[in-house]
Structures are given as C-alpha cells and as structure tokens.
C-alpha cells in the first residue's frame, strides 16, 4: 500500500555547533531527515547526542550552523528573530516536559495565549479554546489556575494550547517526564488520538515505552542518525501497546 | 470643589497614557490587562517599587505649592502697591541730626511745590495721591477711650488707589466734597481703630478728637480689616488709620508737628510724607521715575529728604526670585524622581529574572521580541503612572492638611497656592520615568535566548 505522502517537515544536512569558552560543540553534524504529514515519530538518543538541539532547531527556536530546514515548504533556516516568532506563531505547537504553564493564567487564557500573538483572539477564536479545553477533559476547570491541577491536567492544558493554533507540528520534549505511568498512559493516548485525528507530531523520549507508542523511531548518537525505523504505518491507526 | 476638577483631569490624563496601549489593538490591551493583574498580584512589592515615584511626585507638587503659596503673598503685597505707581517719600536726612536738636524744628521733605510741580511737569500721569502722615492719640469725645494711632490726611483718590472700595464696612470713603469747596472736618476709621473706640456702637456720626488739638471730626465711614502692606522692615498696618482729607489736616496741624516719642521732644516741618504718582502702563513708570528723581535733586539741593520706591522694581525682583526658585524646586523634585526611577528599574529588573521562564514560554508560542518589550514597559508605565496618581493624592494631601494643621493648632498662617502646571509635570514625568527606566529591563527581557530561558528554573 503506497499513499503519496508529503513531507511537514524536511531537514537537509542540518549542522549545529555551539561555542563554549572558545571550544566548538558540534551538536548536529549533518542530519538530513524528512517528517511526513500525519506521523508521529519518536527522537530517542543518549544526553548529548543531540536530540534536544534538533528539537529546538525544528521548533524554530534557535537557527543552525548550516544547513536547510523546510516548514510546510517554506525555508526557514536563516530567518531573522521576528519572523522565526511568526512560525512559531503560525506553524509549531509546544508541549513541554515540566507543562510551561502560565502559573497567573487561568486554564482557559494559558490556551489562549500563542492566538494573543496572532492578534487575532476575537470571540470565536474564545469559543474554539474552550472546545479545546473540552476536548482534553477539561472542560469543567476552565478558571482554575495551573497551580490548582494535577501534572496529567496540566499537561493536557499545554496539548489543548499546542493545538490552537492549528499548527503543522507538534514537538512534545518528553511530554511524559514528570507524569507517573498510569498519567503517562492517558497523556500518550490523547497524544496518539491527535495522530490518528492527522496531527504531525515529533516527540522527543528516553523511555522505550513511551517510544512505543509512535509510528516511527528516530535514534541518534554524537549528533548523527544512528538508526531510523518505522514501527508502524504511516496511514493506519496506530495500536494501543499492550500494557 | 476644586480638589474634584483637578482629579477629573488627573484621572483624564491618566486616561490619555493608558488609552495609548488599550487603543493599540488587542494585543495592547491584554498587555495592560496582564500588568494590571501582574501588579496586583504582587501589591506590596508593586507598592514599594513605585514608593519613590509616590514620594517624588508628592514632593514636586508639596513643594510648589507652599513655594508658590509664599511667594505669591509676596508678589500680591507688591502688587498692592501697584505696578505703576512710584512712591516718592519723604526721608529725615540722617546728616542732618545735630542741625536739627539746635533749631528745635526739623524742615525737610516733600513740599506742595514739589506736588504742584509733579502735576504739572511730569508727563502722562494718571493720578496722583498726597499724604500727610502723623502718629496721634485718637479719642471720641463722648467717651474716656483713647487710641494709638496714625492720622493720614490724604485725598479721595487714596481709595481708588488702594481699592478701598470693597473694604468699606460702613460709610463712606473721602470725597472731593470733602475738600472743596468748603474743607470738612470728617474722618474714616480703620478697623482697629473703631472696634477700641467705639465698642459695640456704630461709629458712623460720632466725632473724634485728636490730643493737643480743639477740632472735631465726625466719622463718615469705617474700613474693614486691611492686609498689611509688604513684609518686612518698613511694614505699613493699615487698620490704626484714621483718614481725614488733607485740607483738614493742614488746618489741623498748621505748619510744624510737634511730638514727643520716647522722651524726646521734637518739632518737624514736613507738608507732605508721601506722594504717590500712578502712571498709565508699566514701561513709563521707570522713565517717569527718573524725571523726579532728577528733579528732586535739583531742587532739593544737597539734601536727600527724599527717596523713590518703584514697586514694580520689587515685583520683577520677586519674580526672578520666584522663577529662581521653581527651577531649583524642579531640580530637586526631578532629582526625587530619578531615584524613584532607579527604583522602578530596580525592581523591573529582578521581575524580569524572577520571570524569565515566563518570557521563554511567551517566545516559544510566538511572542515576537516588541511584544514582550511591550509587556515590560507597561508594566512599569502603569506602575509608575499610578504611582504619580498617588503622588498627586498625598501631594494634595498634604498642601490642604498642612495650612489647616497650621490654622487650628499652631494658629500660623501657612501659605500654600497649588501649582496647577506643577501636577501635570509631576504626572507626565512619572509617565517619562516608567518608560525611560521600564526600558531597558524590558529591553532584557526581550533580548533572552528563549532556549536558555525556557530552561531557566
């Protein structure tokens, strides 16, 4: 079975060097890598083998050394500080390990919050945030403040807002860390309804468990790819793991 | 009633800052919104950061006004005088002490010569006010009682000159009648003066004596309290006046006075103390002024029994002064709000430490670097903007709590004008220092690498 697929994401020799008292760190030396609209994709690795600095590069959240990186067909590797915010803005949904709520904000304006940098938070962009909440099973707790939710609750408060903006990708850093394994279960299940719902998401773990539930697993080590396997197709359901 | 105007419009003004974010689209808005929130969040910390911009705001505007409040009773006692008027006096020559004690009579000052001459000579006059004074027991003749005081023999137009007309309890001030064709024996009695002589009666149609002299005087009208003239050494109390028109008063005395004053006796020949000449705008009266001086001098040969005061030399040095004084005052008061400043920046910064998760979790879902920038500078210009409102609050405070304290306690007469200008300067300025000191911060806040910043515990 063939489907045409096109890429969401598409990074072309990607190299990444830090400067560190006058040493090159070289994080990234030369990844090229293609993330297809509707996978769901692991990034797995040992500390320092890079899988953070790609995250944060695929986040548009810092820029590389060289190298190209397409986001929805658009090159955005040498864009300047403002512009990469518009592509955060339009393009890229956060989901965190420690949830990176607002703690001041209620439940409902933390989801609110990448629309009040769109400048367009009118009333049915309002409306779409509290379906949102609904959706994530929060739909009762809308002026509760983060610091009034459990972990698994506020990280689905983070899901609903890496969802409001529509965005092409989703990049979870270890969404499950600090979650016990029963809340891990529930958030990778909300997670996977997102992928089967055609939501592109890359995650980056640790744990083979967690690993376990993404369609395809992505390894690397000393800043290469280290090995590339799809563990399940990119256009079918993906399956519960068993427990 | 005032106080309610003044903070309709600090509350306008304050309107007019804010409008700026809130009409700025959305995005303005919740900034504001969340600074708002953010502040009161954090109310005692919010409150001692702007504490300096509440104290320097107070103080500009406590300053000005007791500054203002003094200043302006001054300038109001000069300006009583007149800006266009030129005091010509007559002065006992202090030269001329030894002549004196042997020819028992001291002949000096102003004559009538000099008056005619003053009318007729001296070009675009408008008035001119002769006085005679003396000191005088006063008595009623109907009564033991005595008073202390000073007869002024003088014309009509002394009440048009010093604006007597609204200062009349009863009766009538001088008149030419008075004078001409027949010279009448009436009198108009300063406050003081009536309330010792005549206790609970009405005064108006009484008559009067003078000690040592036969003619009677009956009591056309009576002032009400007076201001006293200029602070200072040669301070005029109007309300031991008794005014009698000048014609009376030269038949009164004759042409010596004689007095006695702390042992002495003395004898003195001077017809006229003081001659008051009002011109028609202020840029004559320092032309004018010289003409008689000049011819003072020459007809006053070798004797300097006279001298000049121009008020209006008084006013533009009591205006210097002034303005002297706002811009020392402004120093001081910017200086104040300099350190509320670094207060403000103070604070910011650590905000801004102490948040900087929250600006690497704003950067992450699309805040651009201006809209965080935004978000701090708000911050601060609302914090010190309420700030200055406050200010203005105690400032206020203060200029009514203080006279008033004054008043009742310590039963001072403490001055104090509001400066109206001086508000709005506070205000604006405190607006100034939450942008100047806000930006920087703000500037940090948004300059953050976001990685790092997210990262940040």
Redesign the interface.
Known sequence: MTTRVSAAARIVNLVKNYYLEGVVVEALRGITLDFYEGDFVALMGPSGSGKSTLL?LL?C??RPTSGQYYLAGRNVSQLD??EL??V???YIG?V?QSY???P?YTVLENIE??L????R?DQRARQRCVRLAQMVGLGDRLGHRPSQLSGGQQQRVAIA?ALV?DPRVILADEPTGNLDSKTSVEIMELLTALNAAGKTIIMVTHENDIAAWARRVIRLRDGRVESDTRTRPLHKLAPVPAR | MFTMVLWGLLLVGMALVWAVPLLSGSKGRRSFLMAIRNLWLHKLRSFLSVLGIIIGTGAVITLMAFGEGSMHEALEAIKRQGATNIIVMSVKPPDDATVQRRSFIAKYGLTDEDYERFRQTLPGLVGLLPMRIFPAEVRPITSSRMYNGRVVGTTARYAVLFQLEPLLEAGRFLSEQDEYPIPRNVAVLGSEVARELFPGEDPLGKTIKFSGKDRAFTVVGVLKDRVPSTSGPDIEKFNGDVYIPLEACRKLLGEIQFFRSSGMRGAEDVKLNQVILTVADTQHVRPTAEIVRSQLERFHTGKKDWDIKVPLDRLREAEETRDRYRVLLFFIAGISLLVGGIGIMNIMLATVTERTREIGIRRALGARRRDITLQFLVESVVQTTLGGVFGVGVGLGIVWLVPWIGEEFFDQHVPAKLHIPSIFMAFFFAGVVGIVFGWYPAWRAAHLDPIEALRHE
Not at chain 1, 116 to 119: A, D, F, R
């Open positions: 944060n986040g959240l810092d500080d403002d915010s518009e955060r803005s339009r956060f965190f990176h709520l607002l001041q919050v990448p009040l940098y769109q400048g938070l807002r903006n």
